[in-house]
């Protein structure tokens, strides 16, 4: 099963203006496409990688997609050809799967750690400038420095996930042990062939709601004498856009998503994240001191940049 993996993986290596960085990456195309993490080569002045028998390559950065933290990146394959990774459906995924995450640790050269699948559908948030993970898998085999962009994969040798980050402990500020999220392989079969074929996410398969809003403080709500003091305020919907065409207008107040309750401009988008454009949604607002529902067919959140 290793063996099945192994080979796919390589190491990467990337030199910025501000110095250098290891991370790790798939080969999931035989013509020399490999998927590694945005945060890996954001910067990059140049990019090159260490296939699995240790001859290294230059490569180019065919295209980012910031908000999934995921690139591609290009080789040209040696004459020998190159082992592709197989893609899992990360959707089969159960807690308590035995999984194994590939990559270069801390620039040491294809490693192998093992752990369990801990969670699903966690929304991951990377901070500052990075990307939303919706869906992600969260995992006790250890993620460590350089291993961001590797292989999580199941006992069959399928890539089921891209490691990327480990959870931060708030209170000593490091490395919270046995806490790794990675990207569900689904979300990279769908927008790898994107940025393959094009160098750019065309589509994101993401919801959106057609307005824009803002989080509702005491502040503003004594300042626009708002019904409720805590939730989202619309402050202008897309014209003809999801919302517009459900009714909502500016002014009106999201107090809840189909079941679950709104508080703030992040628990809106929680809710969102779950969803499909296409999907119908119950909005529940204050339009004034009066409550109101509003079913919303929502449309695709437009790709960045």
Known sequence: MIAKAAPAVVEVSVT??????????????????????????????????TLYDGSKLPAQLTGTDPADDLAVIKITPPSAGLTVATLGNSSKLQVGLEVLVIGNPLGITQTVTNGIVSALNRTVSEGQGGGTIPNAIQTDAPINPGNSGGALVDL??????????????????????????????????????????????????????GASVTTVTPTLAAQDSLAVDQGVLIVNVTPNGPAASAGLQAGDVIVQVDNKSVT??????????SKNPGDTVAVTVYRGNQQMTANVKLGELPASG
């Not at 999931?28 to 990688?49: F, L, P």
């Not at 990327?164 to 569900?184: Q, W």
């Not at 703030?264 to 994240?273: C, G, M, R, T, Y």
């Open 264 to 273: 703030d401009v992040q628990s809106l988008a929680d809710a969102l994240l």
């Open 16 to 49: 910025t203006q501000s110095g250098g960085t290891i991370g790790s990456g798939d080969i999931i195309d035989k013509r020399g496409y490999i998927v590694t993490n945005n945060h890996v080569v954001a910067g990059a002045q140049s990019i090159s990688v």
């Open 156 to 209: 069959q040798g399928n890539l089921v996930g891209i490691p990327t980050l480990t959870a931060i402990d708030p209170e000593f500020n490091t490395p919270a042990n046995g806490v790794g999220f990675a990207i569900p392989s689904n979300r990279v079969a769908f927008i790898v062939p994107q940025i393959i074929q094009t160098g750019s996410v065309t589509h994101t398969g993401r919801a959106a709601l």
